[in-house]
């Protein structure tokens, strides 16, 4: 079992920047990839950018390039989303999830957290 619990989200204005962590506990955080996703009022859930167990990374929207960085610390078993430039489109519940190794599509994550609001103001 694993609980992950995010957190950092907020109300920013346009161009602003946030930088959201996903805490980790009960397995090998080591071994898992997290990934991060979104959801915005009235969309499907879609994925925003992944780390692999190794440090490597996947991006899954063009309209994040540039813009957000994923990264881990294993010490503190933590993955961050960094967020910048952010648009009103960007607004949306962010969730981290956790799967064994490598990256892969949402509906092959195992284990998910509860999420964090993420609004962009104009």
């Known amino acids: 079992q694993v609980q992950l619990v995010e957190s950092g989200g907020g109300l920013v204005q346009v161009g602003g920047s946030l930088r959201l962590s996903c805490a980790a506990s009960?397995?090998?955080?080591?071994?898992?990839?997290i990934g991060w996703f979104r959801q915005a009022p009235g969309k499907e859930r879609e994925g925003v950018q992944c780390i692999d167990s190794s440090g490597g990374t996947t991006n899954y929207v063009d309209s994040v390039k540039g813009r957000f960085t994923i990264s881990r610390d294993n010490a503190k078993n933590t993955v961050y989303l960094q967020l910048s430039s952010l648009k009103p489109e960007d607004t949306a519940v962010y969730y981290c999830?956790?799967?064994?190794?490598?990256?892969?599509?949402?509906?092959?994550?195992?284990?998910w957290g509860q999420g964090t609001q993420v609004t962009v103001s104009s």
């Open positions: 009960g397995r090998t955080f080591s071994g898992s990839a």
């Open positions: 999830a956790a799967r064994s190794y490598f990256c892969a599509g949402y509906s092959h994550f195992d284990y």
